[in-house]
């Protein structure tokens, strides 16, 4: 922390990293929070905090932007964690998604520019687009040049507009673009994260019990171990993520609050090297791993089947092909490693939806 009580406004606070940062925050630090969500339900611990304001509005009216900016002009940082940010909403919501990850945000990018505030804004790794290696003959991964994420380096490619998967990660782009213009020219102090794939508790809904539609991946396997439906992999599961256990990259963030100097005005990827898996392995451990924790040995067989994307999200999909992050902006700047392997990632988050859920 920069001072000793550091006062912060905090959009999207009751999400799943919302909720994570505001545990840890709450927890270990002397600070003021102002959170605009609208909802709640993952922080209803934190409603009664004397330390934390939940304004429960959205952030995009008029009214809001006025109260938000007599926040900002009070506060330190403002952390920007709204979205929507669903991979199965990007080509069916597309223009909910492009007014929810740019137009929804500039107005709060100007205001931070305004008052001359600190912005933490969350981007997404898929402004990265593919890799280059996916567009060469043979898909050459032993060239880390053509397929390791760069912050200050890698191209971000993205498929034709008619792919309207890529509403969400272009319009991230260019609100991270618009951030750095002002960066250069007014001065607005930034940081931009690049989360890849942050796994715990909390996470998403599962559809029929506490929402509805076709959440992200973790939540499509463990819905399907709970209803006791097959597993549905897209396009086969080749898919390669890297998985970052939430409390490695809530220390990051912590570390960025406590180091403004080196977080500042930078762009990070938050993410996990060692824990690299394709889809069809992660669905293979998560059997793997409820059978763990239910006791019952025949998930470990749970049906696992395959889909074309096509069925599975509708036309206009496609999927990017592997994301390596490079982190050594964030261990250099910030002295951050991760450390928590996936198969402790998983069972933590499994656990939380087995006990909440089953
Ligand atoms: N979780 C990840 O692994 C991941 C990966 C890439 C990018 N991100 C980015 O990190 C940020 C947070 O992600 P998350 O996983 O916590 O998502 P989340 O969906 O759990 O949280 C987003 C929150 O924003 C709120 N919100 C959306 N529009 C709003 C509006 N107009 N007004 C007020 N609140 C609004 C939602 O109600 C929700 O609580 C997002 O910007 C997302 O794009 C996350």
Redesign the pocket.
């Known amino acids: 922390m920069t001072r000793e009580k550091m006062r912060i406004v905090m ?10 940062l505001l545990d840890r925050l709450l927890a270990e630090n002397e600070c003021e929070i102002h959170g ?4 709640d339900y ?1 922080i209803k611990e934190h409603l009664a905090h004397p330390k934390f304001h939940m304004h429960r ?4 009216s008029p009214a ?1 932007l006025q109260e938000i900016e007599q926040e900002i002009e009070k506060s330190d940082i403002v952390i ?7 991979p199965a909403e990007y080509n069916t919501r597309p223009l909910d998604v492009i007014h ?2 740019l137009f ?1 945000i500039y107005p709060l990018i100007e205001l931070c520019a305004k008052h001359k505030r600190w912005l933490m ?6 402004v990265y687009g593919r890799t280059v290696a996916s567009y060469l003959p043979n898909n050459n991964y032993e060239d880390p040049n053509l397929f390791e994420l760069r912050e200050n380096e890698t191209p971000l490619i993205m498929g034709p507009i008619s792919n309207q998967r890529w509403t ?1 990660a272009c319009a ?1 782009q260019m609100t991270e673009r618009l951030i750095y213009a002002h960066h250069m020219e007014s001065q607005l102090p930034f940081t931009v ?7 715990g508790p ?3 809904y599962i559809p029929g019990r506490d929402g509805e539609g076709v959440p ?1 991946v973790l939540a499509c396997f463990m819905t399907a171990l709970l209803d006791n439906k097959p597993m549905y992999l897209v396009d086969g599961g080749e898919a390669r993520r890297t998985i ?1 256990s ?1 409390h490695d ?1 809530i220390d990051a963030l912590l570390l960025m609050l406590k180091k403004p100097h080196q977080a500042q005005n930078q762009v990070f990827n938050i993410g996990n090297r060692e824990n690299e898996v394709t889809m069809a392995e992660l669905a293979d451990l998560m059997r793997q791993t409820y059978a763990r924790i239910t006791g019952d040995m025949n998930y470990k067989e749970h049906p696992i089947l395959t889909i074309s994307s096509q069925d599975f999200y509708g036309k206009g999909y496609e999927d990017c092909d592997r994301r390596m992050p490079d982190l050594s902006q964030a261990q250099t700047l910030l002295g951050w490693t991760p450390k928590i392997p996936l198969t402790d990632a998983l069972f933590e988050t499994m656990d939380f939806y087995h006990q909440n859920y089953a």
Not at 12 to 18: A, D, L, S, T, V
């Open positions: 959009l999207g606070c009751g999400g799943f990293i919302g909720s994570h605009w969500d609208l909802a993952k509005s959205t952030i995009s809001a920007n964690l709204a979205a929507i940010c669903n929810s990850n929804d804004s969350f981007s997404t790794s898929e969400y991230k994260i690049r989360p890849l794939n942050f796994f909390k996470m998403d992200r970052v939430i990259a």
